[in-house]
């Protein structure tokens, strides 16, 4: 069975950071795309970020670019989410899930961790 946890969100002021994480299980991480998508309430998901199996490369939204890094510890199973620089607008519960860009499968994300944004 695959599980995905999500932890790390918190209330945070305009431009700190946090750090989120992912703990994966039941399928063979080291090989697996992963993204990170979030949602807020009354939209849809929306596409974050995205890393390849073995972590050697990496893509972003244009939102986030410059200020929010994906990395994985294939070691851990552990998928990580490094946002620095939040603005308001970051406000969301993020999810971590399985696959790439263009493949990501949002039927299977976990809890979610909620990142709030306000001074």
């Known amino acids: 069975e695959v599980q995905l946890v999500e932890h790390g969100g918190g209330l945070v002021q305009p431009g700190g950071s946090l750090t989120l994480s992912c703990a994966a299980s039941?399928?063979?991480?080291?090989?697996?795309?992963m993204t990170w998508i979030r949602q807020t309430p009354g939209k849809g998901l929306e596409w974050v970020s995205s890393?390849?199996?073995?972590?050697?490369?990496?893509v972003v939204a244009d939102a986030v670019k410059g200020r929010f890094t994906i990395s994985k510890d294939n070691a851990k199973n552990t998928l990580y989410l490094h946002l620095n620089s939040l603005k308001i607008e970051d406000t969301a519960m993020y999810y971590c899930?399985?696959?790439?860009?263009?493949?990501?499968?949002?039927?299977?994300r976990g809890q979610g961790t909620q990142v709030t944004v306000s001074s």
């Open positions: 899930v399985r696959g790439g860009r263009l493949t990501w499968d949002g039927g299977q």
């Open positions: 039941g399928f063979t991480f080291s090989t697996d795309a």
């Open positions: 890393i390849s199996g073995r972590g050697d490369r990496t």
